[in-house]
């Protein structure tokens, strides 16, 4: 049972009620409902990860992935395993993730990279300029952004689904709530070959 009750939707105040109006809601954003105007801004963020990245969407979804297992969140995991299928990630990379084994030959070097920036943002490790270990070398600006906030931003959602004990959907919910989150970004030099699946 979750810790956070699910505020009265018709108890909301009439702008919340108009931004959400007949969208499907995840539980984590009904529980966030109880600060209404905290819950549009983060769920803004949300959809803004969907739809105004450079990322491709196979590699936002390893990172989330990534930050997902890190905090062993069931909650991110069970969403974010069915996007990243559809964005094109394998299941050996699904699995390498799971397992937490090292990334090896499954992932190119930018997805490699991406996921080990990923999870020093969990550990809040700081990464050293240059150099063969150094994860961010490989992306510009832009990307080196996307990534660590896309990272902070699950970190937080795993955080809140441990306190608020948010319950994951019923399976055929979820499904529509992954296919109506699932725009993908536009391809940037992130974006270089994958390896063979």
Do not use: W
């Amino acid at each position: 049972m979750p810790r956070i009750r699910y505020p009265d939707p018709s108890r909301l105040p009439d702008d919340v009620i108009a931004a959400i109006d007949g969208r499907p809601l995840p539980n984590v954003t009904r529980a966030m409902l109880n600060s209404p105007h905290l819950a549009l801004a983060v769920a803004q963020q949300g959809i803004t990860q969907f739809t105004a990245l450079a990322l491709p969407a196979d590699l936002r979804e390893l990172v989330i992935l990534a930050v997902g297992h890190r905090n062993a969140c069931a909650y991110v995991i069970a969403h974010h395993e069915p996007l990243a299928r559809a964005a094109g990630c394998t299941d050996l990379q699904l699995e390498i993730l799971r397992s937490g084994e090292a990334l090896g030959e499954a992932f190119d070097d930018s997805r490699r990279q991406a996921v080990e920036l990923a999870r020093r943002v969990v550990d809040r490790e700081t990464v050293r300029t240059g150099g063969p270990a150094d994860p961010a070398a490989g992306f510009d600006d832009r990307e080196l952004v996307e990534i660590v906030i896309t990272a902070g931003y699950y970190q937080m959602i795993c955080g809140f689904c441990a306190v608020a004990e948010v319950e994951l959907e019923p399976a055929a919910d979820s499904g529509a709530l992954a296919e109506s989150a699932g725009a993908s970004a536009p391809r940037t030099r992130a974006a270089r070959a994958q390896p063979s699946k």
